[in-house]
T-cell receptor, first 114, second 110 residues
Framework: DTAVSQTPKYLVTQMGNDKSIKCEQN?????MYWYKQDSKKFLKIMFS???????INETVPNRFSPKSPDKAHLNLHINSLELGDSAVYFC?????????????FGPGTRLLVL | DQQVKQNSPSLSVQEGRISILNCDYT??????FLWYKKYPAEGPTFLIS?????DKNEDGRFTVFLNKSAKHLSLHIVPSQPGDSAVYFC?????????FGSGTKLNVKP
């Protein structure tokens, strides 16, 4: 069983569209994250949720809206997609926030905006 | 303004030899450091970590060294195996966040 899963794995879409990426973890963790891997390959934190509450919200355009229906799921909705949103988006989870807990990553969603 | 840097995008090593991957950071407040390994089309997986109060941590073939005065971290893999071929990310922790480097692609040649 996959510990952290993301759907879809690949997403090709036109500028201006709205899209969602879903993430689920079956590890029983309380904390989930969204990272963006940009063109320079850096992984940068976007959001973090602990038990459905937003705890980290980096400087991200408000076109990006995370939603956590329960602590096992963290979805990312992106409105009005732009070319610069093309990247690989990784979901991750850890047992607790604010600690040095190891994070478990999903396989990534490769988003290409045309 | 990247606080964690991996200046070597790639490294090629012969099987059985030592692989040394390097990482530099700028923030002296980082209190914990990790290395992640990533295969193509997969997410990063945790490899080894070190607290800022230590200068070495060893786990089997993997050893991480921390030089706080130089703000430098390195990962040694001895002996290197072809299955070690992957991208290695260095990460540092501060105030609930992890800051990642851009990765070094290691190729271990049989």
């Amino acid at each position: 069983d996959t510990a952290v899963s993301q759907t879809p794995k690949y997403l090709v879409t036109q500028m201006g569209n709205d899209k969602s990426i879903k993430c689920e973890q079956n590890l029983g963790h309380d904390t989930m994250y969204w990272y963006k891997q940009d063109s320079k390959k850096f992984l940068k934190i976007m959001f973090s949720y602990n038990n459905k509450e937003l705890i980290i919200n980096e400087t991200v355009p408000n076109r990006f809206s995370p939603k956590s229906p329960d602590k096992a799921h963290l979805n990312l909705h992106i409105n009005s997609l732009e070319l610069g949103d093309s990247a690989v988006y990784f979901c991750a989870s850890s047992a607790f926030p604010g600690t040095r807990e190891t994070q478990y990553f999903g396989p990534g969603t490769r988003l290409l905006v045309l | 303004d990247q606080q964690v840097k991996q200046n070597s995008p790639s490294l090629s090593v012969q099987e059985g030899r030592i692989s040394i991957l390097n990482c530099d950071y700028t923030n002296s407040m980082f209190d914990y450091f990790l290395w992640y390994k990533k295969y193509p089309a997969e997410g990063p997986t945790f490899l080894i970590s070190i607290s800022s109060i230590k200068d070495k941590n060893e786990d089997g073939r993997f050893t991480v060294f921390l030089n706080k005065s130089a703000k430098h971290l390195s990962l040694h893999i001895v002996p290197s195996q072809p299955g070690d071929s992957a991208v290695y990310f260095c990460a540092a922790h501060n105030f609930n966040k992890f800051y990642f480097g851009s990765g070094t692609k290691l190729n271990v040649k049989p």
